[in-house]
């Protein structure tokens, strides 16, 4: 056990450096394709959510989608993101030591291009596919808006919305309150409240983890790690652009009348690698309706939008549910000959939409 798990924290087969072009240093961690596997030709970049690590797609080794990639012969890289404690700050220039100076856009604009290049060139490979839950199907929107989607293979992201309404009734009065905060303090500390309720998510789970999980998808050791490994503390410049996104109800890449930061408007259009969109029906973070419209804005002509029944937000990547629903689908995308599923709610191919949602 304690050759997979360091810190409560998954270990891969090998870990990797990334430097990003301002001077942060990151780390790729790498699952090998298991031997006698049929090797996949183009690796795969798994991208986590916001407040969350490396850790969200292994709480258990029996539950992890990194494995059971590597397993199906695909050389699987796990990213982090600049502010995680596996990540350094520049040793020099305005943003010295700072760790905690970055925004969303850094990851977009910076994180990502460097993940995707080492990515490339240790899978040998000219391209990758991407795999993006949350907030990491958020970036890879970003940075096809703004570097284009030439080194993207395949992309599938999970719970990733592109818009985000006010918080209803006095739920607004919360967003409030998280704006006046971000203006005092550069970091959103969440892992201290998580360890004052660990006793309680222990005993009776469901409550405190129904909004994210679904209970019946995960273990109770798996729903444990989810609450002391795979949380993060994150820049309040990262929060921030989800706070303005609810509360002016902004999307993530700009509609017509806006612009923002080098994101072109209508940039999603220039996401034209084939792309699989998932939402899960009981997602309480990112609703069906917030997640959809990436299908429809992408440029891809070969796309797809599956919207799952039984799932929430978290046990969408990892857990026995998870392999067992959740990974027959995707291997299906990352795989086939044509980047098509069976089933889904919608499909394109070629540009022509051929099912139509009822």
């Given at each position: 056990m304690l050759a997979l798990y360091a810190h409560g924290r998954p270990v891969a087969d090998e870990r990797h450096p990334v430097e990003t072009e301002d001077g942060w240093l990151l780390t790729l961690h790498r699952y090998l394709p298991a031997d006698g596997a049929v090797r996949q030709p183009v690796p795969i970049v798994l991208g986590h959510g916001i407040n969350m690590n490396r850790t969200a797609f292994e709480l258990s080794r029996r539950g992890s989608m990194a494995r059971a990639l590597a397993a199906r012969g695909h050389d699987v890289f796990v990213a982090e993101y600049?502010?995680?404690?596996?990540?350094?700050?520049?040793?020099?220039?305005?943003?010295?030591?700072?760790?905690?100076?970055?925004?969303?856009m850094d990851h977009a604009q910076h994180d990502l291009p460097a993940i995707i290049d080492t990515a490339a060139r240790l899978g040998r490979s000219d391209r990758v596919s991407w795999v993006g839950h949350s907030m990491g199907g958020?970036?890879?929107?970003?940075?096809?808006s703004l570097h284009g989607s030439g080194k993207l293979h395949r992309v599938v992201t999970f719970g990733s919305p592109v818009h985000v309404g006010r918080w209803p009734g006095s739920l607004g009065l919360l967003q409030d309150l998280a704006e006046w905060l971000h203006g005092r303090f550069d970091v959103v500390r969440v892992m201290p409240p998580t360890y004052l309720v660990l006793p309680i998510i222990w005993v009776w789970p469901h409550p405190w983890l129904r909004?994210?999980?679904?209970?019946?998808?995960?273990?109770?050791?798996e729903a444990l790690a989810l609450c002391t490994s795979a949380f993060e503390d994150v820049s309040s410049g990262v929060t921030q652009f989800f706070i303005d996104m609810a509360k002016r109800r902004r999307d993530v890449c700009p509609a017509e009348d806006e612009d923002r930061d080098g994101v072109e408007v209508g940039g999603l259009a220039r996401l034209e690698a084939p792309l699989l969109v998932v939402s899960a029906a009981r997602d309480g973070l990112a609703p069906p309706k917030t997640v959809e419209p990436a299908y429809h804005r992408a440029g891809s002509k070969d796309a797809a939008y599956l919207c799952l029944p039984a799932f929430s937000h978290c046990d969408l990547i990892s857990g026995r549910a998870c392999l067992e629903t959740v990974m027959p689908v995707l291997s299906e995308w990352l795989e086939g000959a044509e980047a098509t599923i069976q089933h889904p709610t919608l499909q394109r191919t070629g540009g022509v939409d051929r099912r139509i949602a009822s």
């Open positions: 600049r502010g995680e404690p596996s990540a350094r700050p520049p040793l020099r220039g305005d943003n010295a030591r700072k760790r905690w100076a970055y925004t969303l958020i970036l890879l929107y970003l940075y096809a909004w994210n999980t679904n209970t019946k998808h995960v273990t109770r050791r």
